[in-house]
């Protein structure tokens, strides 16, 4: 295939900003001889329990495991039912399997795209254990509805709060309250370790579980005691990678305002004639992980993604509803069960969004897109 001539640089759907102190300071970790789990794993733990107002977190190398340590941490095993979107990461269902319990989907709201809470509550069993809601692009859900669904029935709630690093509700940081909540520093995330994961504790007392639970199931004791007593993974995080954690949450509060700026712009430009959805103009919780336009019908997503991919843009999918995938559909799940998720994993599109974008990267996919869509 002949590589199209592109007036400008190729502009892929995100990146991750990493300063140069960053780079020199994974390179002291390289040098210093102490390159897996140690002390820039703690001092990152100690950043992000602080940014949480003191809530116990600890660091994994993903946020998968962070989401399946916190259904375990909840007491979530075979038997048991765990109600989720199924309009997200594929991961978000995959962790409950991996427990031994079976994942039930409940559609979203086509407003927000994210869970609707009226439709989790008549899904609600004798054996639903927990919740786990997913803020879609950094848009949190309503945690006060959530938390009062889940308290009438007595269930847990795993926050899969991968993308919602930053973003707050009524005010509160997402993290800083709640039940468990995991977060994903994955290369794509508005903060990044590469890979790597978070997951913040309600409570001080499930600690040693939970690093039982991220290391071999291991207690070391004095100088030389170790003990057993449970089945524990390896999803420790590298001191690599927590460096490269440490260098980007001081940018965090600025990568937001950055985000929200891009978001206000795809608003004022974007052309409303096209027939797109919109995402809610959230700029109060948000931290605009990602802008996501959901395509009219008579258009059709792959025709779009390759002319902007012409036209020098990246387009993200994100994501197709899972319940449609062999896995899920093996369990039983079928098309037409959620209306809402189907059409919108059908014809979402993410379009580029990151820190380091320029205001006129905007007007060009606005442009690009007017020109693809017509
Ligand atoms: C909503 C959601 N849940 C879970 C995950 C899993 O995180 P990770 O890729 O760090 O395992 C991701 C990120 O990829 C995600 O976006």
């Known amino acids: 295939m002949v590589a199209r001539p592109m007036s400008k640089e190729f502009l892929p759907f995100t990146r991750p900003s990493i300063d140069d102190a960053t780079i020199a300071g994974v390179a002291e970790v390289l040098r210093s001889g102490w390159i897996t789990s140690g002390p820039q794993v703690k001092a990152f ?9 003191g809530r116990p977190v600890r660091a994994f190398n993903s946020g998968t495991i962070t989401l399946e340590v916190g259904l375990r941490l909840a007491g979530v095993g075979p038997g048991d039912e765990v109600i989720t979107t199924p309009l997200s990461w594929v991961a978000t269902a995959n962790v409950v399997q991996e427990v031994g319990a079976r994942p039930v989907f409940v559609d979203v709201d086509p407003r927000t795209r994210n869970i609707d809470l009226g439709e989790v509550e008549k899904a609600v069993t004798n054996r639903t254990k927990a919740i786990i809601p997913v803020d879609l692009a950094g848009l949190p859900v309503d945690r006060d509805r959530l938390y009062a669904v889940a308290g009438k029935s007595k269930l847990r709630i795993i926050e899969d709060a991968a993308q919602s690093i930053g973003a707050s509700w009524g005010g509160r940081l997402i993290g800083s309250f709640g039940d468990l909540v995991s977060f994903s520093f994955h290369a794509n995330k508005n903060i990044t370790t590469a890979e790597g994961g978070a997951l913040v504790l309600p409570s001080e007392e499930l600690v040693p579980l939970c690093e039982k639970l991220r290391f071999q199931g291991v207690t070391r004791s004095g100088e030389d005691g170790m003990e057993v007593d449970v089945l524990g993974g390896k999803a420790n995080l590298t001191d690599l990678a927590a460096r490269i954690g440490l ?54 997503r792959a025709v779009f993604i390759r002319r902007m991919r012409e036209a020098g843009i990246g387009i993200g999918v994100h994501y197709p509803a899972m319940h449609l995938f062999a896995l899920y559909r093996a369990l039983g799940w079928r098309a037409g069960q959620f209306p809402h998720a189907e059409r919108i994993g059908r014809s979402i599109a993410t379009l580029p969004l990151f820190p380091a974008m320029k205001d006129d990267d905007v007007d060009r996919v606005c442009k690009a897109a007017r020109e693809a869509l017509k």
């Open 45 to 53: 733990e100690a950043e992000l329990s602080k940014l949480f107002g």
């Open 247 to 300: 260098g980007q949450l001081p940018h965090l509060n600025e990568f937001t305002a950055r985000r929200r700026e891009l978001a206000r712009r795809y608003f004022s430009l974007w052309d409303r004639t096209l027939g797109c959805e919109l995402p809610p103009e959230d700029f109060e919780n948000s931290n605009w992980h990602m802008f996501q336009v959901v395509l009219p019908a008579r258009a059709e």
